[in-house]
């Protein structure tokens, strides 16, 4: 079992950057999770944003972060991070960490891909 604890979220200005923190912890082996990051804004369903595999050897991203966002993992912090620049006010949401145990590489863009979640961080972008 992992626990996830999404952080560094705030209310920040069109143009700037913010970088998420998702924090695993729990008796498991994290590096052996695939995580992806997922936003959901106000009346909206939850959308994949970016994943990273359990290496950190393939990323993916949804079109619309391609070049502005950046996830990486530090396997030795058990921490996903999701660097974000050129924010935008479209992407206002609060943003989750999702992860689920698997060495396979593949992109994983479905909530029921993940079993594990964190509680989830705000992002506000003004304009």
């Known amino acids: 079992q992992v626990q996830l604890v999404e952080s560094g979220g705030g209310l920040v200005q069109a143009g700037d950057s913010l970088r998420l923190s998702c924090a695993a912890s729990g008796r498991t082996t994290f590096s052996i999770y695939r995580v992806g990051w997922f936003r959901q804004a106000p009346g909206k369903e939850r959308d994949y944003v970016a994943q990273?595999?359990?290496?950190?050897?393939?990323?993916y991203y949804t079109d619309s972060v391609k070049g502005r966002f950046t996830i990486s993992r530090d396997n030795a912090k058990n921490t996903v991070y999701l660097q974000m620049s050129s924010l935008k006010p479209e992407d206002t949401a609060v943003y989750y960490c999702a992860a689920s145990a698997g060495l396979g590489t593949s992109e994983r863009r479905a909530t029921s891909d993940y079993n594990h979640w964190g509680q989830g961080t705000q992002v506000t972008v003004s304009s």
């Open positions: 990273i595999s359990w290496n950190g050897g393939n990323t």
